[in-house]
C-alpha cells in the first residue's frame, strides 16, 4: 500500500513511556490528524516516522519499503520526506529560493530551479525569492517552510503544529492555503496538533491521543465530535455540561427530561457529558421538553455567547449549566428562560462500579 | 565514525596524564620519601599561600570592579567597561620581569630614592622585596582579576534589577541589598572566575622561577631539570593533580548547588546610581589603579626599553622567533577546531552520553597545570619513540632514535591537549544555539550528515570558529612551561626567548618580543569587549550595537 504504515510503534524516554503501541496507516492523498495534549508524545512519533528518533519496538513502511525496524533504521535522508517543523527551522544564512531549492541538489541545475519557482508560485512567495527568512512575516515563514517540504517531492509530508507559530487571525488563511496546496499534491501527509478545530478542519481522519500515549479513538472528524468514544475525547472540544446518576430503563431521569444512555444496565452509574452548544435556551410561554431556569450570567464571545443559568425544578435543581448560544444574549426583559436539550449533543458513558 | 574518532581524540588527549599518574605509582628510583621529608611541605604551604593571595586578591578587585562599572555612573565608566580586561592580555610572567626590572636593588626606583635620601647600602632603608611570594601574589592578582570581574560582571547584568529594587523598597540599603541579593546570586558565577583564577595560579611557572617561589610547578621542573627524576617530576606532578581535581570538584559542587533561576526577566535600563564628587573620583581611582598597574604602566615600560634597545640584528632574530611562535599557534590553533568541530558535531548528532563524557574528558586539559602535561607528553613520546626504535632495530638492525620527542609535533601536541578545551567550548555553544530543527530540515531534504554539516551548521557558526582559532592561537603564543620542555633544540618562540633573555637580566633586549606577545594577548580582549558592548538589550551602546549586529545577520 501507499503512504505510510506504522505497527506497533512504542518509544520510551528513559522510564517513562511515550508512545504505547501505536498503529496508524496514511493512504496517499489523505490528511491524517494526530491529535492530542502536548506532551502526549505526538511529536515523538512524527520524529520516528522521519527517522529523526531512533525506532525502539514496531515498525515503519513508507510506500511499501521497510524504513524502520527492529534492525532497520533509514536515516531521514534517504527517507523521501517533507518535514515541516513547529518553528519552521528555515536557514537563516540562505535565501528563500535557495532554501527551497536546497532539497533539489540531485537534480540539474535548470530543472532544479524551475521545481523551486514552481512550488514558490504554488504558495505565492515567487516575488520573496530573494530575501532572507529574516524579513518574512511568520505567516510567509510558514509558507516557504511547506515549499521547502514539498519541493523535493516528498512521498510522505509531516507537519509538527504548523499553525501554532501564527496569531490567530493569520492562523486561518495560512490553514486554508496550505490545506489547498496540499490537496493539489495528493501526497500522503500526517500531521501533530493539540488544537482539536484545527484537526477537524484540515483532517481526512483524526486519530485522538491520550496522555498516556495511546490512540483513544481514530475516525473522520464528525465521527470523533459526534461520537466521542471516551469521555476524554468529548472534552477536548471545551467546557462540558456534566449530570451523574442511574440508568432506569435505558435512560436517565434529568430535570431536561430523560436522557438516553445507551446500554447502560437497569442500576448502573451512568455519567451524561452535554455539550454547551447541545443546551437550547428560549424565551416566554411554555417549551415541549423544556424546563424553567434562571439566568446568572451571559459573556458575549463575538459569534457567540455563554450564558449560565440554574435549574429551577425537578430532579436537577439548583444544579448550574452553560450554555452556547449564536449571537448576543439580552439578559434583561425577557420573561421566564427556558433550557432543553439536543439529543445528538448529549453522551452517556456507564461508570465502572 | 563519530564514535571511534571521538574516542580517539580523548583517549590521545588522556594519554599524558594518565602517563603521569602511572609513571608517579611505578617509580624507577623511588625518591618519594626524601621529597616528602625536604621539600614536599614547602610546596604545598607555598602553593596554598599563594593560590589564597591571589584568590583574595582576585576577588576584592574583580567583584569591586564590576560592581562600580555596572551599576553606578562615575567619570571614565565607560572606558572601563572593556578598560578594565585589559590585563588579561598580559602574561604574569611578563609584568613580573619588568617590575622586577623597576623595583629591584639595582633598579630606577630604588636608586633615585637612595639619590634624594642619601642612603648607600641596603641596611639603611626598607624596601618591599619584589621578589618573593608577595611578589608572585600582586603580580597574578594584577593579571588575573580580570576573569573575576568578567564573570561577576555578567552576573550582575543577568540579575534583574527587579530584585535588587524589591529589596531596596522592603527598605534594605543600596550597601546591604548588594551583600544580601546581589552579591549571593552572582556567587556561582563569581565562583567560576575564581575558578579559573587559580588555575591559571597553579599553571604558572614563569613568574614563579623568575621569582623563585617554590610551588608545585617549579618543584616539577626541579625534579625534572636539576635532580633529574623523572619519577620524582610525576609523583609531584601528581600530587598538583590532586589539587587541580579539588578545584574541579568544588567548581561542579558550586554550580549544582547553586544554580539559580531568575524570577523575574524584567530588563530594563540599570538603575546607575550617580556616585558624586569625592566618592566619584574614588571609584575612578578605584578602577583606574589595576589597569594602570596590570597593563598600562608594564606596557609604557616596555615600549620604553624597546626603543632604546632597538638593534636590527636582534630584531631579525627577534622576527625568526616571532615566525615560529606564530607557525605553531596556527598550526595548533587550526587543529585544534578541526577536532573540535568533529567532536562537537559528533555528540549532537548522535546525542549520546558517552560521546558527551568523552569530549568533557577530552576537554579537561585546560585545568591541567603545563609543566604536568609536559612531563606527561615527554613520557608518552619517548616511550613511544623508544619502542620505534626498538622494533627497528630487531627487525630492520637499524636505529630510528627520537622521531617525536622534541619536535614541533610534541609541542603541537602539548597545546593541542591543553588547549582543546577553548575551541571545544566555543564550538559547542554556539552548536548549541543552532536549533535541532535545522539538522532535522536538512536531513529530511536528502542531505546526510557530512553535507548538513558542511551547508548548514559551518555556515551559521563561522563567527564562532574564527574566535575559537583565535582563542587557541593567543594561549599558544603566550605559553611558556610546556614550550620550554618540549621545543627542539634551539628552537626559540617568542615566549621562551623573554623568558631566558629575563631570566640573564636582559629584559631590555626581549622587551620587543614580550611587547608582541602582550600585542597578541589584546586581540581576545578586544573580542571580549564587542561581545560584552552587545551583551545586554536595553542598555545604551549595547543596545545600539545588537541592533546593528541584528540587522547584519
Given at each position: 500500500m501507499q503512504g505510510l504504515h506504522m505497527v506497533g510503534v512504542r518509544h520510551a524516554y528513559g522510564k517513562t513511556q511515550v508512545l504505547n503501541d501505536i498503529s496508524l496507516t496514511v493512504p496517499a492523498g489523505e490528511l491524517v490528524c494526530l491529535l492530542g495534549p502536548s506532551g502526549c508524545g505526538k511529536t515523538t512519533l512524527l520524529r520516528i516516522a522521519a527517522g529523526m528518533e531512533r525506532l525502539q519496538t514496531g515498525s515503519v513502511t513508507i510506500d511499501e519499503v521497510i524504513v524502520a525496524a527492529p534492525n532497520v533504521q533509514l536515516p531521514p535522508e534517504e527517507r523521501q520526506i517533507g518535514f515541516m517543523f513547529q518553528d519552521y527551522a528555515l536557514f537563516p544564512h540562505l535565501t528563500v529560493f535557495e532554501n527551497v531549492a536546497f532539497g533539489l541538489f540531485r537534480q540539474d541545475?535548470?530543472?532544479?530551479?524551475?521545481?523551486?519557482?514552481?512550488?514558490?508560485?504554488?504558495?505565492?512567495?515567487?516575488?520573496?525569492?530573494?530575501?532572507?527568512?529574516?524579513?518574512?512575516?511568520?505567516?510567509?515563514?510558514?509558507?516557504?517552510?511547506?515549499?521547502?517540504?514539498?519541493?523535493?517531492?516528498?512521498?510522505?509530508?509531516?507537519?509538527?503544529?504548523?499553525?501554532?507559530?501564527?496569531?490567530?487571525?493569520?492562523?486561518?488563511?495560512?490553514?486554508?492555503?496550505?490545506?489547498?496546496?496540499?490537496?493539489?499534491?495528493?501526497?500522503?501527509?500526517?500531521?501533530?496538533?493539540?488544537d482539536p478545530r484545527e484537526a477537524m478542519y484540515m483532517a481526512d481522519r483524526i486519530k485522538v491521543m491520550g496522555e498516556n500515549g495511546q490512540i483513544l479513538q481514530s475516525g473522520r472528524p464528525q465521527d470523533i465530535?459526534?461520537?466521542?468514544?471516551?469521555?476524554?475525547?468529548?472534552?477536548?472540544?471545551?467546557?462540558?455540561?456534566?449530570?451523574?446518576?442511574?440508568?432506569?430503563?435505558?435512560?436517565?431521569?434529568?430535570?431536561?427530561?430523560?436522557l438516553a444512555v445507551g446500554d447502560a444496565g437497569n442500576g448502573q452509574a451512568v455519567r451524561?457529558?452535554?455539550?454547551?452548544?447541545?443546551?437550547?435556551?428560549?424565551?416566554?410561554?411554555?417549551?415541549?421538553?423544556?424546563?424553567?431556569?434562571?439566568?446568572?450570567?451571559?459573556?458575549?464571545?463575538?459569534?457567540?455567547?455563554?450564558?449560565?443559568?440554574?435549574?429551577?425544578?425537578?430532579?436537577?435543581?439548583?444544579?448550574?449549566?452553560?450554555?452556547?448560544?449564536?449571537?448576543?444574549?439580552?439578559?434583561?426583559?425577557?420573561?421566564?428562560?427556558?433550557?432543553?436539550?439536543?439529543?445528538?449533543?448529549?453522551?452517556?458513558?456507564?461508570?465502572k462500579q | 565514525m563519530w564514535a571511534a574518532g571521538t574516542l580517539a581524540f580523548t583517549a590521545l588527549a588522556a594519554v599524558p596524564v594518565l602517563a603521569v599518574i602511572y609513571l608517579a605509582f611505578t617509580p624507577g628510583e623511588n625518591i618519594w620519601p626524601h621529597l616528602v621529608s625536604t621539600v614536599l611541605g614547602g610546596y604545598v604551604t607555598t602553593t596554598l599561600i599563594l593560590m589564597l593571595g591571589v584568590g583574595a586578591g582576585t576577588l576584592i578587585i574583580g567583584v569591586g570592579t564590576a560592581w562600580l562599572v555596572t551599576m553606578c555612573r562615575f567619570p571614565g565608566r565607560r572606558l572601563f567597561e572593556w578598560g578594565m580586561l585589559l590585563p588579561m592580555a598580559m602574561p604574569a610572567y611578563i609584568i613580573a620581569y619588568v617590575y622586577t626590572d623597576i623595583l629591584e636593588f639595582a633598579g630606577p626606583l630604588q636608586?633615585?630614592?637612595?639619590?634624594?635620601?642619601?642612603?648607600?647600602?641596603?641596611?639603611?632603608?626598607?624596601?618591599?622585596?619584589?621578589?618573593?611570594?608577595?611578589?608572585?601574589?600582586?603580580?597574578?592578582t594584577l593579571v588575573l582579576y580580570p576573569y573575576v570581574y568578567l564573570l561577576s560582571r555578567a552576573a550582575f547584568l543577568e540579575q534583574s534589577v527587579g530584585v535588587f529594587e524589591a529589596s531596596r523598597s522592603l527598605g534594605r540599603g543600596p550597601w546591604r541589598s548588594f551583600f544580601t541579593v546581589a552579591l549571593?546570586?552572582?556567587?556561582?558565577?563569581?565562583?567560576?572566575?575564581?575558578?579559573?583564577?587559580?588555575?591559571?595560579?597553579?599553571?604558572?611557572?614563569?613568574?614563579?622561577?623568575?621569582?623563585?617561589?617554590?610551588?608545585?610547578?617549579?618543584?616539577?621542573?626541579?625534579?625534572?631539570?636539576n635532580m633529574n627524576n623523572v619519577s620524582g617530576a610525576a609523583q609531584l606532578a601528581t600530587v598538583l593533580l590532586v589539587f587541580v581535581a579539588f578545584l574541579v570538584i568544588g567548581e561542579r559542587y558550586a554550580r549544582r548547588k547553586q544554580r539559580f533561576h531568575h524570577t523575574s526577566t524584567k530588563m530594563q535600563a540599570l538603575p546607575g546610581f550617580q556616585l558624586p564628587g569625592a566618592r566619584g573620583i574614588l571609584a575612578t581611582a578605584g578602577c583606574l589603579t589595576p589597569i594602570l598597574f596590570g597593563f598600562v604602566l608594564p606596557t609604557v615600560i616596555?615600549?620604553?626599553?624597546?626603543?632604546?634597545?632597538?638593534?636590527?640584528?636582534?630584531?631579525?632574530?627577534?622576527?625568526?622567533?616571532?615566525?615560529?611562535s606564530i607557525r605553531l599557534s596556527v598550526l595548533a590553533g587550526a587543529i585544534a577546531v578541526v577536532i573540535a568541530i568533529f567532536m562537537a558535531y559528533g555528540a549532537r548528532i548522535r546525542g549520546s552520553r558517552l560521546l558527551m563524557v568523552a569530549n568533557r574528558i577530552a576537554a579537561m586539559g585546560y585545568a591541567i597545570p603545563g609543566a604536568v602535561l609536559a612531563v606527561g607528553v615527554l613520557v608518552v613520546l619517548g616511550g613511544l619513540d623508544n619502542s620505534i626504535d626498538g622494533f627497528a632495530r630487531e627487525n630492520f638492525g637499524l636505529s630510528t632514535g627520537l622521531i617525536f620527542s622534541g619536535t614541533i609535533a610534541a609541542v603541537t601536541f602539548g597545546y593541542l591537549v591543553r588547549f582543546l578545551a577553548l575551541s571545544l567550548g566555543t564550538v559547542e555553544a554556539s552548536l548549541g544555539k543552532v536549533t535541532p530543527s535545522m539538522d532535522g530540515a536538512s536531513r529530511s531534504l536528502g542531505r546526510g550528515a557530512f553535507a548538513t554539516m558542511r551547508l548548514v551548521h559551518l555556515p551559521l557558526i563561522r563567527g564562532s570558529v574564527l574566535t575559537a582559532v583565535l582563542l587557541v592561537f593567543v594561549d599558544c603564543m603566550k605559553e611558556l612551561p610546556m614550550t620550554v620542555i618540549l621545543r627542539p633544540f634551539n628552537f626559540q618562540t617568542l615566549a621562551t626567548f623573554v623568558h631566558q633573555y629575563a631570566s640573564d637580566e636582559q629584559l631590555g633586549e626581549a622587551a620587543l618580543a614580550a611587547l608582541s606577545i602582550v600585542g597578541v594577548g589584546v586581540l581576545p580582549v578586544i573580542l571580549l569587549s564587542l561581545t560584552i558592548a552587545k551583551s545586554r538589550p536595553g542598555h545604551g551602546a549595547g543596545q545600539i550595537a545588537a541592533q546593528i549586529a541584528e540587522r547584519e545577520a
Open positions: 541545475r535548470q530543472t532544479a530551479r524551475a521545481r523551486a519557482l514552481e512550488v514558490l508560485e504554488q504558495v505565492g512567495m515567487t516575488q520573496h525569492a530573494e530575501k532572507h527568512p529574516h524579513l518574512l512575516s511568520g505567516g510567509q515563514q510558514q509558507r516557504v517552510a511547506l515549499a521547502r517540504a514539498l519541493a523535493p517531492k516528498p512521498r510522505l509530508v509531516l507537519l509538527d503544529e504548523p499553525f501554532a507559530g501564527l496569531d490567530t487571525t493569520m492562523r486561518a488563511r495560512v490553514r486554508q492555503q496550505t490545506l489547498s496546496v496540499l490537496k493539489q499534491t495528493s501526497v500522503a501527509t500526517l500531521m501533530v496538533t493539540h465530535y459526534y461520537n466521542p468514544a471516551e469521555e476524554y475525547v468529548a472534552r477536548l472540544f471545551g467546557p462540558m455540561n456534566m449530570i451523574e446518576g442511574v440508568a432506569q430503563d435505558g435512560s436517565l431521569a434529568s430535570s431536561f427530561g430523560p451524561v457529558l452535554i455539550r454547551s452548544e447541545g443546551l437550547i435556551l428560549s424565551h416566554g410561554g411554555e417549551q415541549p421538553g423544556g424546563t424553567p431556569v434562571d439566568v446568572l450570567s451571559a459573556h458575549l464571545l463575538g459569534d457567540s455567547s455563554l450564558v449560565g443559568f440554574r435549574v429551577r425544578e425537578g430532579i436537577n435543581s439548583g444544579a448550574e449549566f452553560q450554555a452556547r448560544i449564536p449571537g448576543a444574549f439580552d439578559l434583561t426583559g425577557r420573561g421566564q428562560t427556558w433550557a432543553h436539550v439536543d439529543p445528538a449533543q448529549v453522551f452517556p458513558y456507564p461508570q | 636608586g633615585a630614592l637612595r639619590e634624594i635620601f642619601g642612603w648607600s647600602s641596603k641596611r639603611d632603608y626598607w624596601f618591599p622585596e619584589i621578589r618573593s611570594l608577595g611578589g608572585a601574589i600582586a603580580m597574578m549571593p546570586l552572582a556567587r556561582p558565577a563569581i565562583i567560576i572566575g575564581l575558578y579559573l583564577v587559580l588555575m591559571e595560579t597553579l599553571n604558572d611557572f614563569g613568574t614563579v622561577d623568575f621569582f623563585a617561589v617554590n610551588t608545585f610547578s617549579l618543584g616539577i621542573f626541579d625534579v625534572w631539570m616596555l615600549m620604553n626599553y624597546a626603543w632604546r634597545h632597538f638593534d636590527p640584528e636582534l630584531t631579525q632574530e627577534i622576527l625568526g622567533h616571532a615566525l615560529n
